[in-house]
Nanobody
Framework: VQLQASGGGLAQPGGSLRLSCAAS????????MGWYRQAPGKQRELVAR???????NYADFVKGRFTISRDNAKNTVYLEMNNLKPEDTAVYYC???????????????WGQGTQVTVSS
């Protein structure tokens, strides 16, 4: 399974960015798609995730500002980030929890990370 993330970059405080992450390979099903982030000197933290059945979870620090969505037909997850703050600066990693064949365990797969910098 390969995950290709895109959409990072530089934004001003109060600005917006949209991240995308497409999963490819021999995938039977994807239960969870989501995003973590890691700022310099800090631990990786969950930003948001979407679970099969349209359930979504957000970290408190992004509620009301970020929106996660997924396109199951494209095995793609999106993260719409609005009202960005300097503290949102981090490398954002997408991940999926996927099953490759029926009846086998689910495993986590990670993308390569995309840099988001919020600065004036």
């Amino acid at each position: 399974v390969q995950l290709q993330a895109s959409g990072g970059g530089l934004a001003q405080p109060g600005g917006s960015l949209r991240l995308s992450c497409a999963a490819s390979g021999r995938i039977f099903s994807i239960d969870i798609m989501g995003w973590y982030r890691q700022a310099p000197g800090k631990q990786r933290e969950l930003v948001a995730r979407t679970i099969t059945g349209a359930q979504t979870n957000y970290a408190d620090f992004v509620k009301g500002r970020f929106t996660i969505s997924r396109d199951n037909a494209k095995n793609t997850v999106y993260l719409e980030m609005n009202n960005l703050k300097p503290e949102d600066t981090a490398v954002y990693y997408c991940y999926v929890e996927a099953q490759l064949t029926p009846g086998t365990p689910h495993f986590l797969y990670w993308g390569q990370g995309t840099q988001v910098t919020v600065s004036s």
